[in-house]
C-alpha cells in the first residue's frame, strides 16, 4: 500500500505544501505569460488555508478577517482567474474550492473526499481517465471537462482517530 496523500496525513506539514503551491503557481503563471497579482496570491492563499474544500463566502470572510478591504466580486474575479489557469478547482458537488498543487499537469480532476473530516486529496489523472475520455470521444462527444469524486473515509477517520481537520 502506498502513503496516504498530504492530505490525509494528520499533522503534516502543511506550510510545505502551501510553499509548494505558491512556487508552482508563480512558476505556471510565468509560463504562461499571467500575472499572479497580489490579490489573486492573497485568494489562493485562502483556498489552500487547509485541504478542506473552501466556498466562495468563506474565502472573502478569510481575507476580511486578514483586514482586506475588497468587495466580494473583486473576489470572485480573482478566483475565476485561478480557476481557469488551473491554480485552484471548484468541486462541483459542494461548490468550493480546493488548491491544485500541479497546475500546468495535464490532469483531470480525482479527488478524494473524506466525508468525516471533510478533507479532499486531487490525485493525478491516471490511465483510466484517458480511456474514459477516448470512450467519450469515440462516441462522437468532446469531453472538456472529466471528474471522478471517491468519497468515504480516509485512514484517520476510518481509524476512529481524531477527526477534525
Ligand atoms: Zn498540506
Ligand atoms: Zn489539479
Ligand atoms: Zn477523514
Known amino acids: 500500500m502506498r502513503?496516504?496523500?498530504?492530505?490525509?496525513?494528520?499533522?503534516?506539514?502543511?506550510?510545505?505544501?502551501?510553499?509548494?503551491?505558491?512556487n508552482a503557481a508563480i512558476?505556471?503563471?510565468?509560463?504562461?505569460?499571467?500575472?499572479?497579482?497580489?490579490l489573486r496570491r492573497k485568494v489562493l492563499q485562502a483556498v489552500?488555508?487547509?485541504?478542506?474544500?473552501?466556498g466562495a463566502y468563506e474565502i472573502c470572510d478569510a481575507l476580511v478577517a486578514h483586514g482586506e478591504r475588497v468587495l466580494p466580486p473583486t473576489i470572485y474575479r480573482a478566483?475565476?482567474?485561478?480557476?481557469?489557469?488551473?491554480?485552484?478547482?471548484?468541486?462541483?458537488?459542494?461548490n468550493a474550492f480546493i488548491g491544485c498543487n500541479q497546475p500546468g499537469a495535464h490532469h483531470h480532476g480525482r479527488y478524494l473526499i473524506c466525508s468525516a473530516c471533510g478533507l479532499v486529496?486531487?490525485?493525478p489523472a491516471g490511465d483510466n481517465m484517458d480511456?474514459?475520455?477516448a470512450e467519450a470521444h469515440a462516441l462522437n462527444f468532446e469531453a472538456r471537462?472529466?471528474?471522478?469524486?471517491?468519497?468515504?473515509?480516509?485512514a484517520a477517520c476510518a481509524a476512529g482517530g481524531d477527526s477534525g481537520p
Do not use: K
Open 121 to 123: 486529496a486531487e490525485l
Open 48 to 54: 489552500w488555508r487547509s485541504h478542506v474544500p473552501l
Open 79 to 94: 478566483l475565476e482567474f485561478l480557476e481557469n489557469n488551473g491554480l485552484v478547482h471548484r468541486m462541483a458537488s459542494r
Open 145 to 154: 471537462s472529466v471528474r471522478v469524486e471517491a468519497v468515504g473515509l480516509c
Open 27 to 38: 512558476v505556471h503563471c510565468r509560463q504562461e505569460g499571467t500575472r499572479l497579482t497580489p
Open 3 to 22: 502513503q496516504a496523500p498530504a492530505a490525509f496525513q494528520r499533522g503534516h506539514d502543511h506550510d510545505q505544501c502551501v510553499h509548494d503551491a505558491l
Open 131 to 133: 480511456r474514459f475520455i
